[in-house]
């Protein structure tokens, strides 16, 4: 049993025979993920990386019996690829895609509420189970099988995170890039509570950025539900200077419960290490953990 | 995007927002002709001239060199001509621009809204956004209008409300009357009101907008309401469905420096630092300028390479960092997963022979696939470049840097 995805995950691609796409799906299949199949409209019926493709996210599910998507369709078209997975009944749905207007995410939120799904992303990295399924697009190499659990807003942060880890001589259970946008469909708390209830992650390392207050309420959560795995946290941004926005569309510092001072202070009141320098994530796991470094 | 507050006026009005008029003057000439017309339009000599910069505070800010506020009100035209003359190929230092202040080029004549009537002028703060938690719009509004928000929001934060917004159906006529009423007007204020938040929320569902802000609302002495300010924010990732709104962008507003790497396609921000940093990712970069402090240095910039670090990128980013003269060191940290490292070092390498002598020590921290062959290749090109592998290695690097010990 693991997190979101596994080895048992039927994959699709939404967007499969464009360059991203393409690309991304030839890696996940190299990497031993369950790939399945792909959606690209008007293409259904011809077969792509030996895999069949079907016109709409409903075919992959009847006939492929889909259960897992990875959408990576350019932005203008993204929301609509999401709520179509959703509506196929697709359980899993990864948005890799980056740039999607807050108008178009409003209404996907709202479609998805009460649905039997969960989106993770958009603007992420996707998630990856080590040894069983990656459905994303990070370097699987990096992520050596273990119980480290880790949720992040960022990409390669999450990569230097896992590397981290795994050269302490720890492992990764699950690793969630829930994306760096203002509207995402799982934030922190969510996906830290999932690594909580999973048997198979002893403790988690939390990375967020500056704005929003997902990392406050993951805290207060993680407080609320008495401590009970270790959670290693880090915000970056703490010189990132207010009013402008770094990289990412949701990282700006609004007002003054949202920059990088203000989360790690709550993270610090909540019982969580919380790490200034993100050189020291693994050690300060080891520490966590009551290890001695090797 | 930012646009300036006569450029967001016009959005406005295009949705039927009610609006305090204005002439825009690029000269004292043209301010005064302005001021001329104005008054054959709305009976008043008076009429208001605001320096057009991007940033808050224009009405305590001063121009450097003058005693001359950002906004000031002119009694008649050649006042208007004066002030005009003082603001304009001035530099305006707000709150809000940093002690260097930004250069103004513009200024909007405005009309006169605060004129004697039946009634007192009220001024009152609203403003439409995201709200993150909720995924939602909603509309913040308080009576305790024409001063800083963030003041209000920190002493009497019972004095501001929120009205959210559903997706599902849009705002509501009841939503409408509910501000107009918590805002404690009554007849026909209270229905101008009521049409004023009507059409702003269409402005800003219309127009893709991240945030409006219209602070002061102001309920003049003939009960009109109108927006005496505006601050309109586009969401970026919209604009390619607005090229009306994309062409509003004023690149003399922007760094040069920032402009000049967006036409490369880098993510840049320009900070006043000693340190450089170019890094893949935005949430590293972030963490990196974080690191580059924790090793007593301040980051310089932010800058995302994203997911294609080659020759090129690196050679622009290079050209671009090395622009700020105070940059005493450059920290790359490439954490390479479908990049290969190797790749990315020889585009150091390159770039670092193609530019010629580069005065400061660069710092090279490349990490995944292929760091091993990566750290090789730089090791033995001879050049000022420092490697290392883990960031811990590279913090202490940049330490050595700033102390001048390398």
């Given at each position: 049993m693991a997190v979101l995805v596994d080895k048992n995950s039927r994959v699709i691609v939404q967007?499969?025979?464009?360059s991203e796409g393409t690309f991304h799906a030839q890696q996940m299949i190299e990497y031993?993920?369950?790939?399945?199949g792909g959606v690209t409209p008007g293409k259904g019926g011809q077969t792509h990386l030996d895999r069949p493709v079907f016109n709409t996210v409903k075919d992959a599910v009847d006939?492929?019996?889909?259960?897992t998507s990875i959408i990576f369709v350019p932005p203008a078209f993204a929301a609509d690829a999401i709520m179509e997975a959703a509506d196929a009944g697709i359980k899993v749905i990864i948005c890799i895609t980056e740039g999607i207007p807050v108008k178009d995410m409003i209404p996907v939120k709202e479609y998805i509420k009460g649905k039997d799904c969960r989106l993770i992303g958009p603007n992420c990295p996707g998630v990856i189970t080590p040894g069983q399924a990656k459905?994303?697009?990070?370097?699987?190499?990096?992520f050596k099988t273990g119980r480290i659990g880790i949720v992040s807003k960022s990409g390669t942060l999450t990569y230097e995170a896992a590397d981290q880890v795994v050269k302490a001589g720890l492992g990764i259970s699950t690793a969630i890039?829930?994306?760096?946008?203002?509207?995402?469909?799982?934030?922190t708390k969510d996906a830290v509570e999932m690594l909580m209830n999973d048997?198979?992650?002893?403790a988690i390392i939390m990375i967020g950025e500056i704005g929003g207050s997902y990392e406050a309420d993951a805290a207060r959560w993680i407080k609320a539900n008495g401590n009970k795995k270790p959670v290693v946290g880090f915000i970056a941004g703490q010189t990132a200077p207010p009013?402008?926005?770094?990289?990412?569309?949701?990282?700006?510092?609004?007002?003054?419960?949202?920059t990088a001072a203000a989360k790690m202070a709550i993270m610090r009141e909540c019982g969580l290490h919380v790490v200034?320098?993100?050189?020291?994530i693994g050690a300060t796991m080891i520490e966590a953990l009551g290890l001695k470094a090797n | 995007m930012n646009i300036h507050e006569y450029q967001a006026k016009q959005v406005l009005k295009s949705f039927g927002v009610a609006v305090q008029e204005g002439i825009v003057a690029e000269t004292a000439d043209e301010a005064h002709a302005a001021a001329l017309k104005l008054k054959e339009q709305y009976g008043s000599d008076f009429v208001v001239v605001k320096a057009q910069i991007h940033a808050g505070g224009r009405g305590k800010g001063t121009i450097v060199g003058?005693?001359?506020?950002?906004v000031a009100v002119a009694k008649n035209a050649d006042k208007a001509k004066e002030i005009a003359g003082n603001i304009l190929g001035g530099t305006l230092v707000t709150i809000q621009t940093g002690p260097k202040g930004k250069f103004v080029s513009k200024v909007l004549v405005a009309q006169d809204v605060y004129y004697p009537g039946a009634n007192e002028p009220k001024e009152y703060y609203m403003s439409v956004m995201l709200d993150r938690s909720q995924s939602k719009n909603i509309i913040v509004y308080s009576t305790?209008?024409?001063?800083d928000i963030e003041h209000v929001a920190e002493h009497?934060?019972?004095?501001i409300h929120k009205e959210t917004i559903d997706p599902k159906v849009g705002l509501q006529g009841f939503q409408a009357r509910k501000i107009a009423f918590n805002l404690g007007l009554s007849g026909e204020a209270h229905k101008q009101m009521v049409k004023f938040v009507t059409a702003l929320y269409t402005a800003y569902d219309s127009s893709d907008s991240a945030m409006f802000e219209i602070n002061p609302v102001l309920k003049t002495a003939d009960d009109k309401i109108i927006a005496v300010d505006g601050k309109v924010s586009f969401d970026d990732s919209a604009l390619y469905r607005h090229p009306d709104y994309a062409a509003?962008?004023?690149?003399?507003?922007?760094d040069p420096t920032e402009v000049e790497a967006g036409k490369h396609n880098l993510n840049f921000v320009k900070l006043d630092g000693n340190v450089g940093c170019m890094v893949n990712g935005a949430g590293l970069a972030m963490a990196t300028m974080d690191i580059i402090k924790l090793s007593g240095g301040e980051p310089a910039n932010f800058l995302d390479v994203g997911g294609s670090a080659n020759a090129t990128t690196v050679e622009a980013g290079f050209r671009i960092i090395l622009q700020?003269?105070?940059?005493k060191a450059i920290l790359i940290n490439i954490f390479g997963g479908i990049v290969r490292c190797d790749r990315v070092a020889q585009g150091v390498v390159d770039a670092y022979k193609s530019i010629g002598n580069i005065p400061v020590p660069i710092i090279v921290r490349l990490q995944g696939t292929n760091a091993e062959q990566a750290k090789k290749l730089i090791d033995e090109s001879g050049l000022k470049v420092y490697s290392a592998i883990v960031l811990k290695e590279a913090a202490d690097l940049v330490q050595k840097a700033v102390s001048g010990t390398i």
């Open positions: 967007g499969f025979t464009g031993g993920t369950n790939v399945v006939q492929a019996q889909a259960n459905v994303g697009i990070m370097p699987g190499f990096v890039g829930i994306g760096g946008d203002p509207i995402i469909g799982t934030p048997p198979e992650t002893d009013g402008r926005r770094m990289g990412h569309a949701g990282a700006i510092v609004g007002g003054h419960d949202d200034e320098s993100p050189a020291e | 003058k005693e001359q506020r950002g305790e209008g024409g001063m009497t934060p019972e004095l509003m962008r004023d690149l003399a507003e922007e700020d003269p105070n940059v």
